[in-house]
């Protein structure tokens, strides 16, 4: 099993829009959550972390259930400038500890 | 003005070269990492160092060869490489391989293309 799964979407979304993705980890070890945003032939940047109360970071709200292993990130009022892949990393303490998501794709539409 | 630095930004090379792609970080930290992304799959790990002692190497191809002098530079040389090898090339930095909380930074990745 994946250490750490997304679904790769595409989502596509009018703007204005709110969308919403979850990504599921296998360890229940892990420690550490964060979204990375990546665009188009460009690295991947960090987003936001993510903490077990939850945490908005203006039209970003991140949310953590420990119980259920999965972590999601939602947007609201999405703009075109959104349109990026998002993927979740999740940490964990020994060697090679972070676990990258395949990443979801999305696409605000006009 | 990021704090990983990666060159070259782009490289071709043929099957017979060798080549070298470096990675500088300004951050302070202590960890550093080369990941591979290709066309639609997602990031792959290569290498893991921390402290400049490799603790990480998940099977790759002899073909590619990381150098770690010191905490603030990485090197993945290159040689005898396969087409398939194409793909984006991202240098990271992280605190440290090992720690809680560990938030990695990437820079701006050096895209190779194999002829």
């Known amino acids: 099993r994946k250490e750490v799964e997304q679904d790769p979407g595409p989502f596509n979304v009018p703007e204005g829009a709110t969308v919403a993705f979850n990504c599921t980890y296998s360890?229940?070890?892990?420690?550490?959550f964060f979204w990375y945003r990546q665009d188009c032939r460009k690295e991947p940047k960090l987003l936001m972390s993510?903490?077990?109360s939850g945490n908005e970071d203006g039209r970003f709200t991140a949310q953590l259930n420990r119980a259920s292993q999965y972590i999601s990130l939602l947007i609201r009022d999405s703009k075109l400038s959104d349109s990026a892949t998002y993927l979740c990393?999740?940490?964990?303490?020994?060697?090679?500890?972070?676990?990258f998501g395949t990443g979801t794709r999305l696409t605000v539409i006009p | 003005e990021t704090g990983v630095t990666q060159t070259p930004r782009h490289l071709v090379m043929g099957m017979t070269n060798k080549k070298s792609l470096k990675c500088e970080q300004h951050?302070?930290?202590?960890?550093m990492y080369w990941y591979k992304q290709s066309a639609k799959k997602p990031l792959e790990l290569m290498f893991v160092?921390?402290?400049?002692?490799?603790?990480e190497n998940n099977s790759v191809p002899s073909r590619f060869s990381p150098e770690c002098p010191n905490s603030s530079h990485l090197f993945l040389h290159l040689h005898t490489l396969q087409p398939e090898d194409s793909a984006l090339y991202l240098c990271?930095?992280?605190?440290?391989?090992?720690?809680?909380?560990?938030?990695?930074?990437f820079g701006e990745g050096s895209w190779l293309t194999v002829v």
């Open positions: 160092y921390s402290l400049e002692e490799r603790v």
């Open positions: 993510v903490y077990s």
């Open positions: 990271a930095s992280s605190p440290g391989a090992k720690r809680a909380g560990n938030t990695i930074y």
């Open positions: 951050l302070g930290h202590n960890a």
């Open positions: 990393v999740v940490v964990r303490t020994g060697a090679n500890n972070l676990f």
């Open positions: 360890n229940s070890a892990s420690q550490s």
